[in-house]
């Protein structure tokens, strides 16, 4: 059987869509047609239900769907643990960052690794820290750096650089005319917060926690996706929040915003980096370990 027909096969499944796999496989879609017949006959069985609206997996075909995903999976890594034995550092090497790092810190970061091995292929995808964590489970990227440390046997956790939460109060607020900010002046406070798989949150949350102020003793006035949204809900008055110093401190002399750190409350955390504990590493993912560590 054609490898080719199940990445065909799962780039259906996961777009439901033929003409949308056609488009990025960069194949007909009579090709598409074909490779999945192709694969309905060697199974034996439909895999695949076509309306004039989307498509749909039949049982079998979510069955394959799961199997072909670790299929391809495994394939990759072979040729990527393969082509490592070669002299020069290439392949392809996928990092998965959550906001911070994502935004702030990697992009320099891959310029210098770039530098170095331009021979590897780099992507950079930014999430939250529970996504982050599954794409990694997933076998989807190579590495992750996230802003929280990570209980997981089957990951290994590593800090490597310091970070530092501070809060960020609108323009004009009652807060900003104190020079120090203690954690019970937030009770009540409406309060812009990340949402639940956020690095930043759970950090945050335990902090408060450990200062008397819980959560639920402020009012949540929204919950935002993305560091860059918070900031910009916070300029535009919705309530205070906390972020990295890295992200605020451009809004902060552009006076969009103040800054205050807690009295008495360290609110210093460490970025981490994350990589399978028990699966091989290939050379792009050592050199780039190297180049961080």
């Known amino acids: 059987m054609n490898l080719n027909y199940l990445e065909t096969?799962?780039?259906?499944?996961?777009?439901?869509?033929?003409?949308?796999?056609?488009?990025?496989?960069?194949?007909?879609?009579?090709?598409?047609?074909?490779?999945?017949?192709?694969?309905?006959?060697?199974?034996?069985?439909?895999?695949?239900?076509?309306?004039?609206?989307?498509?749909?997996?039949?049982?079998?075909?979510?069955?394959?769907?799961?199997?072909?995903?670790?299929?391809?999976?495994?394939?990759?890594?072979?040729?990527?643990?393969?082509?490592?034995?070669?002299?020069?550092?290439?392949?392809?090497?996928?990092?998965?960052?959550?906001?911070?790092?994502?935004?702030?810190?990697?992009?320099?970061?891959?310029?210098?690794?770039?530098?170095?091995?331009?021979?590897?292929d780099v992507s950079l995808e930014v999430s939250n820290?529970?996504?982050?964590?599954?794409?990694?489970?997933?076998?989807?990227?190579?590495?992750?750096?996230?802003?929280?440390?990570?209980?997981?046997?089957?990951?290994?956790?590593?800090?490597?650089?310091?970070?530092?939460?501070?809060l960020i109060i609108p323009t004009g607020h009652p807060l900003t005319t104190r020079k120090e900010v203690a954690a019970d002046d937030l009770v009540g406070e409406k309060m812009i917060v990340r949402e639940h798989d956020s690095g930043t949150r759970r950090v945050i949350e335990e902090k408060l926690e450990g200062a008397g102020v819980p959560l639920d003793s402020l009012q949540i006035a929204g919950e935002f996706g993305s560091t860059e949204s918070v900031l910009a809900a916070v300029e535009a008055g919705l309530g205070i929040s906390f972020v990295s110093r890295w992200a605020a401190e451009n809004a902060a002399k552009n006076g969009r915003i103040e800054l205050r750190t807690l009295k008495g409350l360290d609110l210093s955390r460490s970025l981490h980096l994350i990589y399978p504990r028990d699966r091989s590493l290939s050379r792009p993912t050592h050199a780039f370990l190297s180049l961080i560590k």
């Open 129 to 166: 820290t529970g996504k982050i964590i599954n794409r990694l489970r997933e076998e989807a990227i190579h590495i992750g750096v996230v802003g929280a440390p990570i209980d997981c046997t089957e990951i290994t956790c590593t800090a490597f650089i310091n970070d530092e939460l501070v």
């Open 9 to 120: 096969f799962v780039m259906v499944a996961k777009h439901k869509s033929f003409s949308r796999a056609a488009k990025l496989l960069s194949l007909t879609q009579p090709a598409v047609s074909k490779h999945i017949a192709m694969l309905e006959a060697h199974y034996g069985t439909k895999l695949v239900n076509r309306t004039s609206r989307r498509v749909e997996l039949t049982d079998a075909g979510i069955v394959l769907y799961h199997f072909a995903g670790r299929i391809i999976s495994i394939t990759q890594r072979a040729k990527e643990e393969i082509s490592s034995f070669a002299e020069e550092v290439k392949g392809r090497l996928a990092i998965g960052a959550s906001s911070i790092p994502g935004h702030y810190l990697l992009p320099r970061l891959i310029s210098e690794f770039k530098k170095e091995y331009p021979l590897v």
